[in-house]
């Protein structure tokens, strides 16, 4: 087992537990919420990167029902106009021309931060709050042509934004990037320490700025990326398999359009990953702990009823079942014991099913370095797998 990174000692909060994929020592909110370092590569500016205005008058509005848009992700387009990006790791590209950008958002509810990449420079845009906003991009952009896109960073179950299109200049052209070059598709499965929750926090975790909390940093997709795939997480803060700090389980929302029961079910069809990853447990684990309560007696029948669902609905798919990156996952007894059981008996009846347990966890939320030392396990242990050389698709 590699080095314990104990990042901090604090007094007990219980009241934090309600979003944390909680370890023994649930932590407590600083006094004022941690500021977000610049976002990767962004030149250095005075102010924020974009302005939030008021709608007007544009002089080129292109909907975001145009077929310029290459969108990527599990998104509801029940209104072609403004389809709802929803889970993080959403994705929006396109590329247009001149030398002034406005996108148009609204805020359906909670706080949503998007890494806006132009011309491959990263920026930081955040939605908090209003309908039919205009942000205004406030860097220089010249006269040709450019690449826009926009990646959800921060999670599902805190804000979702509705996508109405873009503001360019009077007469600029728009055209339809080239698709990526992927070479398969990677679903993650899990809680917070998926999300990539508290990733940029400093030394205490903090639930009330999502700004720190960057899934384009956590190991799910550090790890698509060093495979070139195509990629989905969906991932809820403090959700377990039986139970957890949230009102929603696993295997309620897993296949749903959006993190709630009563949501309608995502089209599974359309998009089916090569490598499916499953990290859950943790929550299960330090709930009960931190109730007085034993370990779930139903986890190993319920986790298998998981799997079973997702092998259901990707029948060519790889499942590869996670363990660990935080306390419960790399220390717990019962959770490791429930785990083991329900591994050993779905190995011995499908043989397309595989399971890998992270050696690197903390006591608090992974942080960005921790991330990095978690997908490096998983990408050298995926790089001696057999099943890694055959499993991909083309674009």
Known sequence: MRKLHLLFFPALIPCLLLWSCASRKPAPAPATAA???PATNRPPRTGPDFIAQPVGEAARFVSASSAAFRYEGRIDFADSKGPV???????????????RLALRLDCLEGQSFFDVTLDGTKYLLPVR???????????????????????KRSEAIVGQVRFRGIELEAGADVWRPAPPDYRMRM????????????????????????????NALSYGCLTAGAFSADYRNIAVSGMGVTTGWVDVRAGQIWDRLYPKVSSVRAGLDSWKPDVVFVNLGENDDAYTH????PFPAN?????????RAIRDNYPEARIVLLRGGMYGGAQSIALRDA??????????????????????WTENHPRVRDHREMADELIQWLKAQDFMKTAGHSN
């Open 85 to 99: 990006f929803i889970w993080q790791g959403t994705r929006m590209a396109i590329d247009f021309q001149g030398r």
């Open 35 to 37: 500021v977000a370092p």
């Open 339 to 360: 785990w083991e059981a329900a591994v050993k008996r779905l190995e011995a009846a499908d043989p397309a099913i595989y399971h890998f347990v992270f050696t690197h």
């Open 129 to 151: 709050g209003g309908t039919d906003q205009r942000y205004l991009f406030q860097g220089e952009l010249g006269p040709g042509r450019h690449h826009l896109t926009l990646f």
């Open 187 to 214: 679903e993650f499965i899990g809680d917070s320490i998926t999300v990539g929750a508290c990733d940029e926090d400093g030394d205490a975790d903090q639930w009330d700025d999502r700004q720190t909390h960057n």
């Open 299 to 307: 986890f190993t029948a319920d986790y298998i009823l998981l799997v």
């Open 290 to 293: 931190a109730h007085g309560q």
